[in-house]
């Protein structure tokens, strides 16, 4: 094991941090409930849980073998929230403004009975009495499998990661010798259950996969499945992350153009980490039956203005960017609560994202020469 394991490298905020945090914000902070803002004026609207640190792959961008090898040690199963904490706390974050749940990880599927954690989420409401939307990002491996279920319990979104259709390249990939076909399999079984909304994540690494760009664009055209692609990020600190294997998304529109035509959509949501394209119908025209693409340009055009996701770790860390050196133990004010009163979690939540001015990308180079905090993993604070 080339690092020390994840668990052991990020640190725990300690009290004394908390409590000067919560203090300096307590005056904004007085009502538990409602709509917050963070210190550039931003929305807390999406929240993502991670719900495992488990992955059956191991993408060299996320998970690389030579770190997260056969000996690994994943988390205990009493450091994972329970589903009925997930629920407590994702509840108070409902009530604090947010409309969207993502179901992350590691590999969300490989959490045992996850449809009852699904059932759970998708009975809460905002304050204005809608369901929150609900969506999940899986690698597709267990999908054929679960779909059914998945949907009976109330997903009706999902995002498949898939970075090839060649075989070799994906096998390549995902370093497990997993093949395109099952994870096809997946994504049909998602749409034969009704799940309505799906969308394709493929990331991008340059001299790795781009020569699949125009395939897979061709692939999912017309097909009802929105394609995005993301530049690979700088996220973690084992995988090895260079400027030099990121493909910048105007590189990845400007080729698909020159075989597909393309034309800008607008935003479906404020906070949407996708750009949009339409594909042109002989009209001129975005041809809705053709579908759209989208790209996620996270290194070079960085989206902090508009950032309202806050990440919830496998553990109950509160990760207010992605970037972030450190997270907030709600888990702690969970297990210690004296009364089931959810005031203090509230609270707690309200005050953290209060004091939230992350905008690492924005900032990328003059922060990563400053900081010597260790960036938590993907596959750890959910991606
Ligand atoms: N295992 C699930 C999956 O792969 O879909 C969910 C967790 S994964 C961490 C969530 C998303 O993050 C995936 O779409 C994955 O491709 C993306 N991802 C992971 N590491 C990345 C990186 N370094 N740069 C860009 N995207 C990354
Ligand atoms: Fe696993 Fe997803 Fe990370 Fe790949 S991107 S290693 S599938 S968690
Ligand atoms: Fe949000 Fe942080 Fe990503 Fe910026 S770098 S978009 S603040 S998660």
């Not at 094991?1 to 919560?22: K, S, T, W």
């Not at 009364?339 to 924005?362: F, K, N, P």
Request: proline residues 4%.
């Amino acid at each position: 094991m080339g690092e020390p394991l994840l668990a052991r490298v990020i640190p725990l905020l300690d009290h004394r941090q908390f409590a000067e945090r919560q203090q300096a914000h307590s005056h904004a902070q007085s009502l538990p409930t409602g709509e917050v803002r963070d210190r550039l004026q931003r929305p807390l609207r999406d929240l993502r849980i991670s719900v495992t640190d488990r992955c059956n792959f191991r993408c060299a961008y996320c998970m690389p073998k030579a770190v997260f090898g056969s000996d690994h040690r994943y988390l205990p199963h009493s450091s994972l929230l329970s589903f009925e904490e997930i629920t407590r706390v994702a509840r108070q974050f409902v009530a604090l403004g947010v409309r969207k749940i993502r179901l992350t990880g590691g590999e969300p599927l490989l959490r045992k009975n996850l449809e009852e954690l699904l059932v759970l989420l998708a009975e809460l409401r905002t304050s204005d009495g809608n369901a929150i939307d609900l969506t999940m990002t899986t690698n597709g491996s267990l999908l054929a499998r679960k779909a059914r279920a998945l949907k009976a319990a109330g997903l009706n979104r999902v995002t498949v990661s898939l970075d090839a259709l060649d075989d070799h390249v994906f096998k390549r990939m995902n370093d497990v010798d997993f093949p395109v076909a099952k994870v096809l399999e997946g994504i049909e079984a998602a749409q034969a259950a009704g799940i309505t909304n799906i969308k394709v994540n493929m990331v991008v690494k340059r001299c790795v996969n781009d020569q699949q760009i125009l395939p897979m664009a061709r692939f999912f055209q017309g097909t009802g499945v929105a394609l995005r692609f993301i530049e690979f990020m700088d996220v973690g600190s084992t995988n090895g992350w260079n400027m030099d294997a990121v493909l910048p998304s105007e590189e990845v529109v400007r080729t698909l153009s020159k075989h597909m035509p393309l034309m800008r959509l607008l935003a479906s949501a404020a906070g949407e980490t996708a750009q949009r394209w339409g594909y042109v119908g002989s009209d001129g025209q975005h041809a809705p039956a053709l579908g759209e693409i989208g790209v996620i340009s996270s290194v070079t055009q960085a989206f902090c203005g508009d950032c309202n996701r806050a990440r919830l770790s496998t553990e109950g860390r509160l990760f207010t960017c992605l970037f972030a050196g450190q997270g907030v133990d709600l888990r702690r004010i969970l297990r210690n609560m004296t009364t089931r009163d959810d005031e203090q979690l509230a609270s707690a939540i309200a005050s953290v994202w209060q004091g939230r001015s992350d905008r690492y990308s924005q900032q990328r180079s003059c922060v990563a020469e400053r900081s010597s905090m260790p960036k938590p993993e993907m596959s750890y604070i959910g991606g």
